[in-house]
């Protein structure tokens, strides 16, 4: 039974850090397929990070330049390291893996709050 383990989310004021882990257990997909999507009260899911086919890194817009993405593959960890965080990065922020070309997800963590206070 696949599994994916978040922790790390919060409340930190505007302009803060947050990291967030995520493990992952009983699955057969490269922790490189591993990525971060998040939801917004009222709104859809929209994508935040995960690692391209040829080892770089794709980030939606809104986050580009202040979100990390990184991994341990001895840890089948992933991890998502968020700088100078925003009022409008509150979200709950969800593990999935594998992400596809489409981004198509397989499977989903339970999701990690992040609060972010202006």
């Known amino acids: 039974q696949v599994q994916l383990v978040e922790s790390g989310g919060g409340l930190v004021q505007a302009g803060g850090s947050l990291r967030l882990s995520c493990t992952a257990s009983?699955?057969?997909?490269?922790?490189?397929?591993m990525g971060w999507f998040r939801q917004a009260p009222g709104k859809t899911r929209e994508f935040v990070a995960a690692?391209?086919?040829?080892?770089?890194?794709n980030y939606g817009g809104s986050v580009k330049g202040r979100f990390t993405i990184s991994r341990d593959d001895a840890k089948n960890t992933v991890y998502l390291q968020m700088n100078s965080l925003k009022p409008d990065d509150t979200a709950v922020y969800y593990c999935?893996?594998?992400?596809?070309?489409?981004?198509?997800?397989?499977?989903w963590g339970q999701g990690a709050q992040v609060t972010v206070s202006s």
């Open positions: 999935a893996a594998p992400i596809g070309t489409g981004r198509q997800v397989d499977y």
């Open positions: 009983g699955h057969t997909f490269s922790t490189s397929t």
């Open positions: 690692f391209d086919w040829n080892g770089g890194r």
